[in-house]
């Protein structure tokens, strides 16, 4: 590969924060062969099929939750990846678990570790925030909402976790108890956190 075309490619990461589709390649006049190359050199990562990221230290800093939103474009981050994200919990999730609508079919994808939960419209809809991350906005439910949804999965999130994000997000200044309360209301978290506010509050 000359110098130019890689010089030429590496412009289109770089203008786009260090993610490319092929078809921006393509659109650039330059022929999809030479991402093969990239690849074969570790130049570049492919996230999945048609979009790629610049393989440098620059780039390796990102946080996975862009990698994880540039791979699933409406997908939401959810319960205790949210968590995590809003510091609410010493735990470190293994897998990013990512929300999105219950009609849709996502390709699974063997890197980074995603799970997927299927919504409804009602529940997936409600509370999305976009945060801006290293230049790139996510998708991700606000605080109440993932607080909400992690209690609505407590059959599989541990209760310490739960308890923990809880006692963390009391102690917040901009915490809004009526707004988790009508998250919760009608589901199965509502009995759950209102019983754990008694005690805590």
């Known amino acids: 590969m000359r110098n130019k075309t890689k010089a030429k490619i590496k412009k289109i990461f770089l203008n786009n924060n260090g993610y490319a589709h092929a078809k921006d390649i393509s659109e650039a006049g330059i022929h999809r062969k030479y991402l093969s190359d990239l690849l074969e050199s570790g130049e570049i990562i492919k996230l999945k099929r048609g979009l790629y990221k610049w393989n440098n230290e620059k780039f390796n800093s990102i946080d996975e939750l862009v990698d994880v939103s540039k791979i699933i474009p409406e997908g939401v981050i959810c319960l205790t990846t949210a968590l995590s994200y809003y510091n609410l919990t010493t735990y470190t999730p293994l897998e990013y678990q990512i929300a999105i609508p219950n009609d849709k079919k996502i390709n699974k994808v063997d890197y980074p570790p995603i799970n997927l939960y299927y919504f409804t419209e009602k529940y997936y ?19 109440e909402k993932s607080i909400s949804d992690s209690f609505r999965y407590s059959y599989e999130i541990p209760k310490d976790i739960l308890i923990e994000s809880l006692k963390e997000y009391l102690k917040l200044p901009e915490k809004n108890i009526n707004k988790l309360l009508t998250y919760a209301q009608g589901t199965s978290a509502e009995d759950k956190i209102s019983k754990y506010l008694e005690v805590l509050v």
């Open 125 to 143: 809809s409600q509370g999305i925030n976009k945060v801006k991350v290293n230049q790139h906005l996510i998708k991700i439910y606000d605080i």
